[in-house]
């Protein structure tokens, strides 16, 4: 039997299936997703294949009653494990007037919910990073013991949002936990043509805070690193910055088409350190997965989507009158 990792880490062996369940809710969505785009029925889909276990990982490590995210685009992962609900998220896919991001106004993955400390984002890649220093400023001047947690792809990490943040949060030494999702590529640009450091973490000494390269695969490795980093910022030793490196298993969006840019066996050698599969592997191998729980897991996930899809498709969509609603005050 495989050395219990979970174990030494905390988690209990209900945790580690919750956090598998909702890497697989992610998953599943987000393939939903694809199959209704692809039949006319909601107008884009920006993926979090291949990137679920550092999104599901990283938020568990995380205090849920009293920290806040600023997740970037891709991070269903995130924001699932902070509350919002498939039905929510299906909402948002087909602008509805109930979707809790901006009643339908914005694209899909603009994720924003207030009741689950959602900082709202936009479409400027990191512009969300100086947000979330500054709800880490806030705490500290108000003594509250709460982190901000922020994501960004590795492509926005050469954005000057990037380096402002890290650089203020760096000198103030504020409680706030930057995570690079390094995917390989930026829309069709690859690494090596994008950062010149081997590591993006690399970049964290200049701003006077440890950083962290680790498999973004992984989720017990992200959880571990997360909370380690959670725990300094909690007793005022500052920032950190962890690069968690995965792969994206699908295209930019679904208006981009990859095979102009990468090989399809360079996808399919990915998929082979697909964690949905590793990390069921790792869980089935520890005695906590069994086929029947298995089973009834990827039937809960069946119904719940189906269940998500069919509201949010037939849900109203905003009257025309409200347009300009909360967008202007009076």
């Not at 030494?8 to 809710?25: F, H, I, P, Q, R």
Request: proline share 4%.
């Amino acid at each position: 039997m495989t050395e219990n990792r979970h174990d030494a880490l905390g988690l209990s062996n209900e945790d580690v299936l919750e956090m598998y369940k909702t890497m697989l809710l992610a998953r599943k969505i987000d393939e939903r997703m694809w199959l209704l785009n692809r039949s006319g029925k909601i107008p884009f889909v920006i993926s979090c294949q291949g990137q679920e276990a550092s999104q599901v990982g990283a938020a568990f490590a995380l205090n849920r009653d009293i920290d806040y995210v600023a997740p970037y685009y891709r991070d269903m992962g995130v924001v699932l494990t902070f509350g919002m609900t498939p039905t929510e998220l299906m909402l948002s896919a087909f602008a509805k007037a109930e979707d809790p991001n901006s009643g339908g106004r914005q694209m899909p993955g603009h994720f924003g919910q207030k009741k689950n400390r959602i900082l709202t984002g936009s479409s400027p890649v990191t512009t969300q990073l100086p947000h979330a220093v500054g709800v880490a400023l806030a705490a500290k001047m108000e003594n509250e013991k709460l982190v901000s947690f922020v994501t960004l792809g590795e492509g926005s990490s050469n954005q000057g949002d990037f380096h402002e943040g890290l650089n203020f949060a760096g000198v103030h030494k504020l409680p706030v936990i930057t995570m690079v999702e390094n995917n390989k590529y930026a829309i069709s640009v690859p690494y090596d043509r994008q950062v010149a450091s081997k590591n993006v973490s690399d970049r964290a000494i200049a701003y006077g805070m440890p950083g962290f390269t680790i498999d973004g695969n992984d989720p017990l490795a992200v959880y571990e690193a997360v909370k380690a980093a959670r725990e300094r910022a909690i007793n005022g030793e500052g920032p950190t910055l962890i690069e968690s490196v995965s792969y994206r298993l699908t295209a930019h969006s679904s208006d981009d088409d990859d095979r102009a840019y990468r090989e399809r066996e360079e996808v399919e050698e990915a998929k082979k350190k697909d964690s949905l599969f590793t990390f069921a592997a790792y869980l089935k191998e520890t005695g906590v997965l069994t086929e029947e729980i298995e089973k009834a897991l990827h039937d809960e996930v069946n119904r719940v989507i189906n269940e998500a899809t069919d509201y949010a498709e037939n849900a109203p969509y905003a009257q025309p009158e409200d347009a300009m609603k909360y967008v202007y005050g009076k």
